[in-house]
């Protein structure tokens, strides 16, 4: 996950902060295992989130700037 992090930082597309990545993903790990025999800390209901909706959100942020980079591209060609 850090790698590809890193690499969408390298084309402009990060999708948040690494420490705002880094406390989502603890989040996401404390959720998943707060009813078993390994849990962390319990965590609030607001506090709680999963793999799969925090990977969502940072890719439909990514995927919507890209596509607003993309459609200014195609109006600049068409306008030169």
Same mark, same amino acid.
């Given at each position: 996950m850090?790698?590809?992090?890193?690499?969408?930082e390298?084309?402009?597309?990060?999708p948040?902060?690494?420490?705002l990545i880094a406390k989502n993903m603890q989040s996401a790990v404390a959720t998943k295992l707060q009813f078993t025999e390994l849990c962390q800390a319990f965590l609030a209901p607001h506090e !709680?989130? =999963?793999?799969?909706?925090?990977i969502e959100g940072w890719g439909r942020n990514v995927?919507? !700037?890209? =596509?607003?980079?993309?459609?200014?591209?195609?109006?600049a060609a068409k306008a030169a």
């Open positions: 850090t790698r590809d992090v890193r690499q969408l390298a084309l402009g597309y990060s948040s902060t690494y420490a !709680r989130r =999963d793999f799969v909706t925090v995927r919507m !700037r890209a =596509d607003a980079r993309l459609k200014a591209a195609k109006t």
